[in-house]
């Protein structure tokens, strides 16, 4: 490759946001705005009684008041589940669900007013325990009517193959060990942000921090009965999501409804302590982890049953049920496998998508499990692994097709470059290494609402001006999609990269995508990118061809050049383009990306299913003080196999990011709840990782080149968590001797069972 | 409200300002000063930080009031014209930012950090920043970037 791919390439808005220039959605104003005030209810699990919004209605500085009978249609993420509500209707299900809003003059106005609003609650049993949600309630103490046996369970998903339950009965080895992981959320800098319009064409503008504008779409049409195509729905610069800012949102629901109520543009920008309590981070989860092996170390069967808990409503949770399960078939073959995961509501802030989505915890489990059956065996844990990778171009047990697999080459990497042979199992009491790996989806192969489109579509426009513009649906969260399009632009046309800008997540302007989730934006809309300038090129080489009278296939685009080998052609870039211009002016091309048909013939065969998957492989080592049970994690060797790094830089910097967060979650990270009641909705008591709790980071990339990703490439953003935490765990083990089974894994915890072990 | 002088960027401003209100709040809401970003506002992010007469402070906690008669300097008063700040050179070129959204606020403490520490370690610059909360990078590359612009600011 000659042009910008693979190279390590600085983002294209960079100087924007190093400036302070970069637009994110609070930094937005229209004339005539109303700021939005919203009430949130008290209490865990009540009935509305009453609410009373006459003395609000009065008040000069508010200009419409709303409550959850104005705007009733139930709405969610996925269509199987679209059990939330835009406020609260009959009853509330969480501390902190909306009641009520207002919009007002001002914002100190409506946050004053909005508690004018008085609200009568008949408080009902709270569930705030997964356990008591898996028994048996009275009808009407049930958070949602539509679970069965009137238990709170939204959502049972479970596969079995080759009966694991009966190897276990004859196995060598076999361990079980139970695990437990609080709740932790994604903490994405920018606070949730929603501006709405009500043009004077009776058209509805939303410019929201979202990651994914077709699902806010597509809801707010149903939410509010407004034909789809006269919504648009915009994402301007966006301070972080990491799957916090996939769902549609209640609080993008009641601005828009206020914006068309009112006619006036109306903002809702949330505290921080709001961001907290929207959550929808990973689900607090139980794990019972069984694998059992032969005495050469061969895996012979996993069984698992997980129990998440999901909080009040939905969210992703049918896809996080299957994703604790269906994404342990890798990186290890493994032919006897099952598992079970309940979700279960409870009256608490909804748990959703977040980084690594539903595949974490269990990575953590087996991982540690597998450290123990080394231990069991005397063997090695990195030989352990060696010996159970899955090859490439094979099929798991539950038919998730796996192409390019580079898992070896990362433990390889990551245990000579760590000197592992020399240094595991031998480093002083206190000091410890431990290795994990990873695998994940490189993009769902299947739609969340079932179409018959591409995945995504891709527009590229070439104008007199010399000028490709890139439409894509696709959101840049900071991971560096628009980068990425028009690294492709400039490799195909082989022009540099300031002659490529981006139109992105304008649902007006630009192709349907359906978001940046799953770390399917590379492969997929990389694939469409390239597809539709691929085609752009085509269309300059025919024209070109016929007026100057040579072979198409003998012109090459380069260097800002096109030009023949033999040099009978040599045009600049802006010459092509004129001659591509005569007679028709400028044209769009377009480029799309479908996923091939996947996947086996039964039940929740689709969930896991991706067209590729990354490998990771990661060692990390670790001081534990005995005294106090403090933990620093001093170095990470971390290897990840992306496919082809199409920007080195912004997968390096994935990886990074990626052992910041698994880091978190390992050691300090924990949503702590009293009567459901979150009590550390803020940067003090919720522990994020700063720059002195970061370690030393040893990065690889492993480049296994995909046959159908875009120059090869798969993902980075999501993969390389998995590895992080089990690596840590397993080092304490090293350092220590203690097995943590339980997350955050804090100094007293460790304290105890050093304590405990003596 | 309170009519006050206020000296932003080396421009004097004359606006109408509550009591209680933060520096943070006037400059976005009422000068429109939108680089400053709100991603707390209860002072344990740094994503706000401003400089009151050469030092770094967080705007969250700063009343406003506090800065009347001081020169006030925020992320959009630090490149001169075109001419990025060496700082914010290597952040873009080491991508010492993903999101942005804290990068305003990495910028303004590590400005006046370089002036004062010219030769930092790279564990000193990590304690530099241990007030800046970035969710997105891991800090590597923005420790990196930080130590590039040392360097060639001393060059």
């Not at chain 1, 996947?598 to 065969?605: I, P, V």
């Amino acid at each position: 490759m000659s042009g910008p791919v693979g190279k390590a390439t600085p983002y294209i808005d960079g100087v924007q946001k190093a400036t302070g220039q970069a637009m994110y959605t609070d930094d937005f104003r229209y004339p005539n705005m109303l700021y939005v005030g919203l009430l949130r209810s008290s209490y865990a699990h009540a009935k509305i009684k009453n609410i009373d919004i006459k003395a609000v209605e009065a008040d000069p500085a508010v200009a419409a008041v709303a409550i959850g009978k104005d705007i009733p249609v139930s709405f969610g993420v996925l269509p199987i589940s679209p059990d939330e509500n835009a406020m609260a209707v009959d009853k509330v299900r969480y501390v902190g669900e909306i009641v009520a809003a207002v919009a007002a003059e001002s914002i100190e106005a409506a946050q004053k007013a909005v508690q004018g609003i008085k609200v009568k609650y008949e408080p009902i049993r709270e569930f705030l325990n997964p356990a008591d949600s898996l028994e048996t309630c009275a009808p009407d103490e049930q958070i949602h009517d539509h679970t069965k046996n009137g238990k709170n369970i939204h959502k049972t998903a479970e596969l079995r193959f080759n009966d694991p339950e009966k190897e276990f009965e004859s196995a060598d080895f076999v361990r079980k060990e139970k695990f437990k992981f609080a709740g932790v959320t994604h903490a994405f800098t920018e606070p949730h942000s929603t501006i709405a319009i009500w043009n004077g064409d009776e058209t509805l503008t939303v410019i929201s921090a979202t990651q994914v504008p077709h699902y806010l779409h597509k809801n707010l049409s149903k939410v509010l009965g407004l034909p789809i195509h006269k919504i648009q729905v915009k994402k301007p610069t966006l301070g972080g999501g990491f799957g916090g800012k996939s769902d549609p949102f209640a609080h993008e629901m009641i601005t828009a409804y206020l914006s068309m109520k009112t006619k006036r543009p109306v903002k809702c920008t949330f505290s921080r302590e709001e961001v907290f309590i929207t959550n929808h981070g990973r689900h607090p989860t139980d794990i019972d982890m069984t694998v059992s092996c032969d005495k050469k170390g061969n895996i012979t069967a996993l069984d698992t049953d997980v129990i998440i808990d999901g909080g009040a409503y939905g969210s992703f949770g049918v896809v996080t049920s299957y994703y604790n399960g269906v994404l342990l078939q890798g990186p290890y073959k493994i032919d006897k496998f099952g598992f079970r995961t309940r979700r279960t509501y409870t009256n608490k802030p909804q748990c959703g998508a977040m980084r690594g989505h539903g595949a974490v915890n269990p990575r953590y489990a087996v991982e540690i499990v597998l450290d123990m059956l080394a231990h069991d065996l005397k063997i090695d844990p990195c030989d352990l692994r060696m010996k159970n990778f899955l090859p490439e171009n094979t099929l798991t047990v539950g038919q998730l097709r796996i192409t390019s697999n580079g898992v070896k080459e990362c433990l390889e990497t990551v245990r000579k470059k760590s000197d592992w042979d020399e240094r595991y199992n031998k480093l002083p009491y206190g000091h410890g290494r431990g290795v994990a790996c990873g695998f994940f989806i490189s993009g769902s192969a299947l739609p969340i609402i079932w179409n018959r489109y591409p995945q995504t579509v891709v527009h590229a426009k070439l104008d007199f001006d010399g000028r490709i513009v890139m439409f894509s649906g696709a959101s840049d969260i900071g991971q560096g999609s628009d980068t990425m399009l028009v690294q492709i632009a400039a490799e195909e046309l082989g022009i540099p990269m300031d002659f490529v800008q981006v139109e992105a997540a304008d649902t007006k302007t630009t192709p349907v995508d359906l978001g940046s989730y799953s770390s399917r934006v590379t492969f997929m809309v990389g694939n469409a990118a390239k597809m539709a300038v691929e085609k752009v090129r085509k269309e300059m080489a025919k024209a070109i061809a016929k007026e100057k009278g040579i072979a198409i296939d003998s012109i090459k685009f380069n260097d800002g050049k096109i030009f023949t080998k033999d040099e009978t052609l040599d045009l600049s870039w802006v010459e092509g383009v004129e001659i591509a211009m005569a007679g028709r002016g400028a044209f769009v091309e377009s480029g799309f990306y479908i996923s091939p048909k996947l996947g086996g013939d039964f039940k929740g065969s689709g969930a896991g299913l991706s067209p590729a998957y990354s490998f990771g492989a990661f060692i990390s080592e670790v001081v534990v003080d005995p005294e106090t049970g403090e933990v620093n994690v001093e170095k990470i060797w971390a290897a990840h196999d992306c496919g082809k790094a199409l920007n080195p830089l912004a997968v390096e910097g994935q990886i990074e990011g990626s052992i910041h967060m698994g880091l978190g979650q390992a050691l300090s990270e924990d949503m702590r709840y009293v009567k459901g009641q979150i009590m550390n909705a803020n940067f003090f008591d919720y522990r994020i990782p700063y720059s002195v709790d970061t370690p030393e980071m040893d990065v690889t990339i492993i480049e296994s080149n995909d046959g159908e990703g875009p120059y090869g490439a798969k993902e980075a953003g999501e993969g390389p968590i998995h590895p992080v935490l089990p690596s840590i765990g397993n080092a304490i083990f090293d350092a220590v001797g203690v097995r943590m089974c339980e997350l955050p894994i804090t100094p007293d915890k460790i304290f105890t069972k050093i304590k405990e072990l003596k | 409200m309170d009519k006050v002088e206020l000296n932003v960027n080396g421009f004097s401003h004359t606006v109408l300002v509550d009591s209680s209100e933060t520096i943070l709040d006037t400059l976005r809401n009422r000068l429109y000063l939108t680089g400053t970003k709100k991603c707390c506002d209860e002072g344990t992010c740094g994503s706000c930080t401003v400089h009151l007469d050469g030092k770094p402070v967080l705007g969250c906690l700063t009343p406003t009031m506090r800065c009347v008669g001081k020169k006030i300097v925020t992320i959009e008063g630090i490149s001169a014209g075109e001419d990025l700040h060496p700082v914010q050179k290597h952040l873009v070129k080491n991508l010492g930012l993903q999101c942005g959204f804290c990068t305003p606020g990495v910028v303004m403490t590590a400005v006046p950090y370089l002036e004062n520490n010219p030769d930092p370690s790279i564990d000193e610059i990590k304690n530099s920043l241990s007030g800046n909360l970035c969710r997105c990078t891991g800090y590597k590359k923005i420790n990196e970037a930080i130590q590039s612009a040392a360097e060639e600011m001393n060059s």
